[in-house]
């Protein structure tokens, strides 16, 4: 059966070429550094599952401490130039969006159908890991295409990777990491206690509360941690689940989704989603460092709103 431990080490050679190609690099004066740093994370998905919880967390301390003190050069890859892409964009046209396509239309054909094939009475893929396999694939296919169709090399596919990881820097991780701190808070019973405070400030006979309550401090709490996969644990179990689901009856499915979407909306609020709202200020030269945050902040206050008179109106039609 085809689960995580196939696609692991995948990812862990990806970020190995990267480790290395930074290594050798010489125009960036911290490419040891660099090396090191995605070194440690192709380490985590290579042998995370021999290391053991505490030396993962050494190896995550150790990435943090490279980052935080010495910090992440930029280097120069040697990948196309300006005049090399417009050429190729002229030559290739609309086609350069199939290679981009294909990860979307392979891992959403994959998800749908994984779980359907049955190979000596057991499934192929594993169905709790079926997005990620088929992500997986997804991204092996569009290698192939990009060979094929543009004539690029792997080589150059590394070297591309690179560059953009040299300009995102540690910010490339943060929705992992803050994903595995938002568990962590879970399991530390985090979710208990926001739920003790809900429980004396929501009026308990009361749905819309109960809602907006969940809502808002998805948002919240998502602006807090900079991330929304942070956010949904502490807030399901503390609030969802024991007050929309268990008290009113609502659909948790219906309350996942909209849960997840409220609290994307602050996401777009916090110069903690660093990867959304501070890189993208940095990859464009804008003088103003919020400037991404000030422009969204008006549409994530509406949709906030907007996603808890839906939730208030669909989570109990059941």
């Excluded at 050679?13 to 090191?36: E, G, M, P, Q, Y």
């Excluded at 094929?148 to 929705?175: C, F, K, N, S, Y």
């Amino acid at each position: 059966m085809i689960g995580l431990a196939a696609v692991y080490p995948l990812a862990g050679l990806v970020f190995a070429a990267i480790a290395v190609t930074s290594a050798l690099d010489r125009t960036n004066r911290k490419r040891w550094a660099n090396a090191l740093f995605w070194g440690l994370f192709a380490a985590s998905f290579l042998f995370g599952d021999r290391l053991g919880d505490f030396a993962n967390g050494v190896l995550v301390f150790l990435m943090v401490l490279l980052a935080g003190v010495i910090g992440l050069g930029l280097g120069r890859p040697p990948a196309s130039n300006l005049e090399e892409r417009s050429q190729s964009a002229r030559r290739y046209g609309n086609l350069l969006f199939v290679v981009a396509l294909t990860i979307p239309i392979v891992t959403l054909i994959g998800s749908l159908t994984f779980k359907t094939i049955l190979i000596g009475g057991g499934p192929l893929v594993d169905p709790a890991q079926t997005t990620l396999v088929a992500f997986a694939l997804s991204v092996i296919v569009a290698l192939v295409l990009a060979r094929v169709m543009l004539r690029q090399t792997l080589p150059a596919a590394i070297q591309e990777g690179r560059r953009l990881l040299d300009l995102l820097g540690w910010a490339a991780l943060l929705p992992q990491m803050l994903a595995a701190l938002g568990a962590v808070f879970a399991l530390a019973g985090l979710g208990q206690a926001v739920g003790d405070l809900a429980a004396q400030a929501i009026p308990t006979d009361n749905r819309f509360a109960a809602v907006a309550a969940y809502t808002i401090g998805m948002a919240l709490f998502t602006a807090i941690m900079g991330n929304a996969f942070a956010a949904f644990p502490v807030l399901t179990a503390g609030i969802g689940l024991p007050l929309i689901v268990a008290k009113f009856g609502g659909d948790p499915t219906i309350m996942s989704a909209i849960g997840m979407l409220s609290g994307f909306c602050g996401t777009l609020t916090t110069p903690m989603a660093a990867n959304f709202n501070l890189v993208p200020v940095a990859l464009l030269g804008i003088d103003d460092r919020y400037a991404v945050i000030k422009a969204q902040l008006p549409t994530a206050i509406v949709l906030l709103m907007v996603n808890t008179v839906l939730m208030y109106a669909l989570v109990f039609r059941s």
